[in-house]
C-alpha cells in the first residue's frame, strides 16, 4: 500500500513538473513568434534588420519541440494511429498500448543515452555553434537529452498505466 502511494506521488510530480514544461514551450512558441514578428518588421519597414533573431528562434524552437514532447505524449495530443486499435476490446488494446510504450521507452532511453554523449562531447571539446552569436554547443544539444528523457519516464507512466488497467480488467466468463 505504501509504495503505491509514494508510486502515485512520483507520477503526479512529474505530471506537475510535464505540465509546467508544457507551459514554458508555450510561452516559448509565443517568445519565438514575437521575436520573429519584430524581425520582419525590421527587415522589411526600418531595412534594418538583426544579425541574431533567426539564430535565437531557432534555439527557442528547438528547446520548445523537444521539451514540449512529453507535455504532448502525456495528454495525448501526439501522432496516434488508431486504426486498428479502434476495433479492439478494452483489454488487448491497453496491452497493445503497453508494448508500444515500452517500445517507445526504449527508443526515448536509447536517444537519451546519445544525447547525454553528445552533450558530454561538446562541453568536453567547448564547442561554440558556428555563428554570429558563438553559442555554447552543449546547450542546443541538451534539449535533446532533456525532451528524450521526458519522453522516456512519461513512457514508463504509460506502460505502468496501461498495465494496471489490464491487470484490473476482469478475464471473459
Sequence with gaps: MESGV????????????????????GLGNLAMGILLFIEVVLRYIFHSPTTWSQE??????????????AYTLSVGKHIH??????????????MIEAFTGFLGFLF???????????????????????????VP?????ASVFVGFLLLSIQYI?????????????????
Design 56 to 69: 535565437v528562434a531557432i534555439y527557442i524552437f528547438t528547446w520548445t519541440m523537444f521539451a514540449g514532447a
Design 137 to 141: 554547443v552543449w546547450t542546443i544539444e
Design 81 to 94: 494511429i488508431d486504426i486498428l486499435l479502434s476495433h479492439l476490446a478494452p483489454k488487448p488494446r491497453q
Design 108 to 134: 526515448c532511453a536509447y536517444v537519451t543515452y546519445q544525447a547525454w554523449n553528445f552533450v558530454a562531447l561538446a562541453i568536453q571539446m567547448k564547442k561554440l555553434s558556428a555563428t554570429t552569436l558563438r
Design 157 to 173: 507512466f504509460i506502460v505502468l498505466d496501461r498495465v494496471r488497467t489490464v491487470l484490473k480488467m476482469e478475464a471473459p466468463r
Design 6 to 25: 509514494t508510486n502515485r506521488r512520483v507520477e503526479l510530480l512529474f505530471q506537475r513538473l510535464n505540465k509546467g514544461v508544457g507551459y514554458m514551450a
